[in-house]
C-alpha cells in the first residue's frame, strides 16, 4: 500500500523521485520521504502529509543534489504519521537507507534482539528492524548482507536500499510485495507500479518472490540466493495519459464518466455474432459442463461484484456459488478439488488478502481464474488463467470504472457457462448481449443528469448516517452504494438485505434518517416496498433507485431515481450509477478530497 520508487543514472534524481511518487501517492499519502547518494553521503528528506510537503520542502528535488536515490510515499501500518515514522529510514550514522512496502511479522522479536546489542530505534514502524538489521550484520557485501537478513524476517515485503559506501548502487528485493524494475536510456528505475516510471521507460522487469536486483547507472544484475540470474524484460503499452486527471476536477469523476468505455473495451473482444469467446478462459466446454461449485473470493467492492454474480450464475447457469472475503477465505478450509473455479476479483491484482486467498485455493487443489485490471500485477501471473477487465488505470481510491468492468466481466463467464451448460440457447444468448450492448449508452444516459443526483446530496450534506437497503442482486448494489459513501464521505453507512432490517437494525430509523432503497427485481417489488413503508412510518426519508416504469414507487418513496431498461441480471450496472454519483457529491459538497480520502489507499498489499 506504500508506494516504493528508486532512480540511479545520468540525471538529477530527487526531482524524478517526486514525480515518480506523485504517481504513485495514490497507494499511500500520509508521508513521504526521500533518500539521495551525494557527496555529503546520504541525504534523506521526508514529510508528514501529501507528497506537496516534501514537494515544497525539497523545491521540487531541486535542492538535493545526486544521481541516486529511493523515494516512499507512505500509508502506515505501524506507528501514526509523523515525520520520524515516514519512510526512508536509517540506521544510526545513516549509512544505510530503506523504504518499505509490506509488514514485518516478526519485527517486535527482531527488535528485542536488536535491543539487547544496544540498537536505539527512533520510530515506531516495522521497517525500522530492517535497517538496523542491515546494520548489524553488514560487512562491506550488500548483496551478500540483503542475503542474511531475508533468512531471519517474516512477512512481506518490497524494499528499496542503498548503502553510503556503494554510492553507485541501488538494491531491491521483493517477497509478497510486488516490484518491478526498469531499464532506460539515462538510467535504472525501480518502483512499485508501472505509471511511476512510464515517461521514463516502457522496459519492465517484475520481479519474482525473493529476487533480488543491483542497480546502477549503466546496468542491472539480478540475483536469487546470491547466483545470478537473467530475467525477461517486457515493453509495456500502457498508455501515458491515461493515468492524467485532464481537465476534470477528480480522478473520480473521470473515472465514472469513463465507465462506458470501459465496459465496452472489457466486452467487444468477447463478443462474436451474437455469443460470447473467452479465449483466455484455458477451460474446456467439457470442462465447464463438468465445474460443481464456484468460489468467487474478493475484497471490498470487488467482493462487492462476487454478491452480484452470485445470483446470476445460479439464476442463469445453475452452478451453486459461493462468494467469499479473501481474508476469511485465506484461513479457513475450503473443500475443492479440479471441478471447482475458484474466481479471485481483483482492479489491482495485489491485494494481499486476495492474493493469499489465491494461493490457498491452488494449493487446496482448485482451479483459479483471476478477473484484473493491472496487466502482468501478481494475481494475473499467479492464476491459472487470467480475463482481463479492460478499465484502463484507476486513480481514484474508491474505485468506480474497474467495479464496471468486474461486473461486465462476470456477466459474460455467466453467460459463457449457461450456454455451455445448456440452459440458455443461442437466440436467448444474442438477445441477452444486445442488452449488454446498450449499457454503455445507459450508463452515458444516467452520468447525463448527474446534476439531479448534486441536488440531492447537498440536502444531505449534514447526514451522520445513511443505510441502504435491497433484495438479492438490489442487496448487492446496496452494499456497494453504502461503501462508496462511507469511504469518500465519512458518513456512517450500512447496507442491509431488506427484509433483515427488521431484526434489529431498524431501531437506528428516527425521523429523517436517510434510507436509500433498491427495486430492480421486479419478483420483488412489493417485498421492498414493504420494508420502505416500515422505515417510512418510522420517520425515515426515503431515496428509490428503481426500474423505469415502476411508477408504484412514488408512493411509498420520498424522491424516485428512475434506471433504463434492460436484463433483469445487468442491472446492478445501471443502479449503482446514482449512487456512485451521490457518494461523490456528498464529499465534495462537504469540502473532502474524494481522490484520496483518509486512512485509505489504493492498492491494499498488507493483510
Ligand atoms: C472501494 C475499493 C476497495 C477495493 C478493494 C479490493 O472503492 O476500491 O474496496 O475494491 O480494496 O481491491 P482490488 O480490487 O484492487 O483487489
Not at 328 to 339: A, Q, V
Not at 464 to 473: A, D, L, T, Y
Request: glycine residues 8%.
Amino acid at each position: 500500500m506504500c508506494g516504493i520508487i528508486g532512480y540511479i543514472g545520468m540525471d538529477q534524481a530527487a526531482p524524478i523521485l517526486l514525480s515518480g511518487l506523485e504517481k504513485l501517492e495514490y497507494r499511500g499519502y500520509d508521508s513521504a520521504g526521500i533518500a539521495v547518494h551525494n557527496e555529503t553521503g546520504i541525504q534523506i528528506v521526508k514529510a508528514t502529509g501529501r507528497l506537496k510537503v516534501l514537494y515544497n520542502l525539497t523545491q521540487g528535488g531541486a535542492s538535493i543534489l545526486g544521481n541516486a536515490g529511493i523515494g516512499h510515499t507512505r500509508w502506515g501500518t505501524h506507528g501514526e504519521s509523523t515525520d520520524v515514522n515516514a519512510h526512508p529510514h536509517f540506521n544510526k550514522d545513516t549509512s544505510i537507507a530503506v523504504v518499505h512496502n509490506g509488514i514485518i511479522e516478526n519485527y517486535i522479536k527482531l527488535k528485542k534482539q536488536l535491543e539487547a546489542h544496544g540498537y536505539k530505534f527512533l520510530s515506531q514502524t516495522d521497517t525500522e528492524v530492517i535497517v538496523q538489521m542491515l546494520d548489524y550484520y553488514y560487512n562491506g557485501y550488500p548483496l551478500e548482507t540483503i542475503t542474511k537478513i531475508m533468512h531471519f524476517i517474516e512477512g512481506s515485503y518490497a524494499l528499496g536500499i542503498i548503502f553510503k559506501n556503494h554510492p553507485g548502487e541501488i538494491y531491491a528485493v521483493c517477497k509478497d510485495s510486488s516490484l518491478i524494475v526498469g531499464q532506460g536510456s539515462r538510467g535504472n528505475f525501480i518502483a512499485s507500479d508501472v505509471p511511476a516510471i512510464l515517461k521514463y521507460t516502457r522496459e519492465i522487469c517484475y520481479l519474482d518472490n525473493e529476487d533480488i536486483v543491483r542497480l546502477t547507472d549503466s546496468g542491472l544484475t539480478f540475483y536469487h540466493n546470491e547466483e545470478e540470474l537473467k530475467k525477461a524484460f517486457v515493453t509495456v503499452r500502457m498508455d501515458l495519459n491515461a493515468a492524467e486527471k485532464g481537465s476534470y476536477a477528480h480522478f473520480m469523476l473521470k473515472e465514472m464518466q469513463e465507465q462506458p468505455k470501459a465496459i465496452a473495451d472489457t466486452m467487444n473482444p468477447r463478443l462474436r455474432d451474437g455469443s460470447i469467446v473467452i479465449k483466455e478462459l484455458g477451460i474446456s466446454d467439457n470442462k465447464i459442463r463438468q465445474i460443481q461449485k464456484i468460489y468467487i473470493v474478493a475484497c471490498g467492492s470487488a467482493y462487492h461484484t462476487g454478491v452480484t454474480a452470485k445470483y446470476i450464475f445460479e439464476g442463469l447457469a445453475q452452478i451453486p456459488l459461493e462468494v467469499d472475503l479473501a481474508s476469511e477465505f485465506r484461513y479457513r478450509n475450503p473443500i475443492l478439488d479440479r471441478n471447482t473455479l475458484v474466481i479471485v476479483v481483483s482492479q489491482s491484482g495485489e491485494t494481499a488478502d486476495s492474493l493469499a486467498a489465491l494461493r490457498k485455493a491452488k494449493a487446496n487443489g482448485g482451479r483459479v481464474l483471476g478477473i484484473v485490471n493491472v496487466v502482468e500485477s501478481s494475481i494475473a501471473r499467479e492464476a491459472d488463467n487470467v480475463m482481463y477487465t479492460w478499465a484502463g488505470p484507476e486513480i481514484a481510491v474508491a474505485t468506480t470504472k474497474a467495479y464496471s468492468a468486474q461486473l461486465i466481466a462476470l456477466y459474460l463467464l455467466a453467460l459463457k457457462f449457461s450456454q455451455v451448460r445448456g440452459f440458455l440457447d443461442a437466440e436467448k444468448i444474442a438477445c441477452m448481449v444486445s442488452n449488454l450492448q446498450r449499457l454503455p449508452e445507459q450508463i452515458s444516459l444516467l452520468l447525463s443528469h448527474k446534476k439531479d443526483i448534486q441536488k440531492i446530496a447537498h440536502r444531505y450534506l449534514k447526514a451522520e448516517h445513511i443505510f441502504f437497503i435491497g433484495r438479492g442482486i438490489d442487496y448487492g448494489i446496496a452494499l456497494e452504494g453504502s461503501l462508496k459513501l462511507k469511504e469518500i464521505t465519512y458518513v456512517h453507512s450500512e447496507a442491509y438485505a431488506a427484509g433483515e432490517l427488521k431484526h434489529g437494525t431498524i431501531s437506528l430509523i428516527e425521523n429523517g434518517r436517510l434510507v436509500v432503497a433498491v427495486l430492480t427485481q421486479p419478483f420483488l417489488y412489493s417485498k421492498t416496498i414493504s420494508n420502505i413503508v416500515e422505515v417510512k412510518s418510522r420517520g425515515a426519508f426515503v431515496m428509490a433507485v428503481t426500474n423505469v416504469g415502476n411508477t408504484e414507487v412514488e408512493k411509498v418513496a420520498d424522491y424516485v431515481i428512475y434506471i433504463p431498461e434492460t436484463n433483469l441480471y445487468f442491472v446492478n450496472s445501471l443502479a449503482v450509477i446514482p449512487l456512485q454519483l451521490f457518494g461523490y457529491y456528498l464529499s465534495i459538497g462537504k469540502g473532502l478530497d474524494v481522490d484520496k480520502p483518509r486512512n485509505l489507499a489504493k492498492s491494499v498489499t498488507v493483510e
